[in-house]
C-alpha cells in the first residue's frame, strides 16, 4: 500500500496572536507566520519594539500594547481586535522570563513574584481570553512556551523551572479538556536559546548573559520559531502535544552530590 504525503495547512488561512513578541522567540515567530502570508496579531509590554514587525509587514501586522498580568486589559483587547484580525485561529502564549540565578535561600522576593505573575497569571489570562473563542468557532490552536526546566532542575532554577513546570501541566490538562472541540493545544519547550532572556536574568548585564553561550552555538529565536510554525501548519488531525529541543552541545547535568555534607 502507497502511503499518501502528509498535508500542512495553507498558513494564509491563519490568524496567529502572539504575546511577548516585541523580542527574541516572539517575534521570530511573527515573522515566521507573516512571511508566509498568514495574519498576525503582535503583542508586548514594549509597543516601539513592534514597529519594525510593521514597517515590515505592513497590512499583514497589527500591534498592540499589552502587559498580560491584567486580566482585563486583556480581554478587552481581544474584544476590541480590528476586522480582519478578530477571528485568530492561533493563540501562542509565550509572554515569560526568568529573574535571577541565586539559591532559592538567597533569591529576591521581587523576582519570584514577577515570574509567577508573568509566566502563570499572564499565560492564565492569555488563555481566559482567547480560548473560549476558539472553541466557539470549533477552529483553533493554543501554544505555550515551555522549557526544558520544566522537566529538568538545575541550581538557580527554583521558581523559573516551578513556572514551566505549571506550563507544562497546564497545557496537557487544557489539551484533555479540548480533545475533540477543533482546538490543538502544543507545549513548545526549549533548551538553550540565545535572546534577551539571560539578560533580563542578569539584570540588563550583557556580560553575564554572554557567558551563558560561551563557547557553543545555542539555538535561536528562528529556530524555536519553525517548531511552533510546524506545529501549527500540520494537518488539523494532527495535534502535536509537546516539542522539546535542545541546542546539539546541550545535555542532562549529571546527579549533584555534595561531598564531605550530611
Known amino acids: ?73 486583556t480581554r478587552a483587547l481581544v474584544a476590541g481586535l480590528p476586522e480582519g484580525f478578530s477571528r485568530f485561529n492561533v493563540v501562542f502564549a509565550n509572554a515569560g522570563l526568568a529573574m535571577g540565578l541565586e539559591p532559592t535561600w538567597e533569591a529576591r522576593d521581587e523576582d519570584w513574584a514577577t515570574m509567577v505573575d508573568t509566566n502563570i497569571r499572564g499565560m492564565l489570562n492569555t488563555v481566559a481570553a482567547t480560548l473560549p473563542q ?11 512556551t515551555g522549557s526544558v526546566a520544566g522537566d529538568y532542575p538545575y541550581p538557580g532554577g527554583n521558581v523559573y523551572g516551578g513556572t514551566k513546570a505549571f506550563v507544562k501541566q497546564f497545557a496537557l490538562n487544557v489539551w484533555a479538556d479540548t480533545a475533540g472541540t477543533g482546538v490543538r493545544v502544543t507545549n513548545i519547550e526549549p533548551g538553550m536559546v540565545e535572546t534577551e532572556f539571560s ?7 550583557a556580560g553575564a548573559a554572554g557567558n551563558v553561550y560561551a563557547d557553543m552555538a545555542p539555538m535561536t529565536g528562528a529556530d524555536i ?34 561531598r564531605g555534607q550530611r
Open 225 to 258: 520559531a519553525e517548531q511552533v510554525f510546524f506545529a501549527c501548519t500540520v494537518a488539523r488531525h494532527v495535534n502535536i502535544t509537546r516539542i522539546q529541543a535542545m541546542a546539539g552541545q546541550q545535555g542532562f547535568s549529571p546527579f549533584s552530590v555534595k
Open 134 to 144: 476558539m472553541v466557539g468557532q470549533g477552529e483553533g490552536h493554543l501554544v505555550f
Open 199 to 205: 539578560v533580563v536574568r542578569f539584570r540588563g548585564d
Open 1 to 73: 500500500m502507497t502511503q499518501s504525503a502528509p498535508t500542512f495547512l495553507d498558513p494564509r488561512t491563519l490568524t496567529v496572536l502572539i504575546t511577548g513578541a516585541s523580542s527574541g522567540i516572539g517575534a521570530a515567530t511573527a515573522r515566521r507566520f507573516a512571511s508566509a502570508g498568514a495574519r498576525v496579531i503582535a503583542l508586548a509590554r514594549r509597543k516601539d519594539r513592534l514597529e519594525a514587525l510593521k514597517a515590515e509587514f505592513g497590512d499583514l501586522i497589527h500591534t498592540a500594547e499589552l502587559d498580560v498580568r491584567d486580566l482585563e486589559a
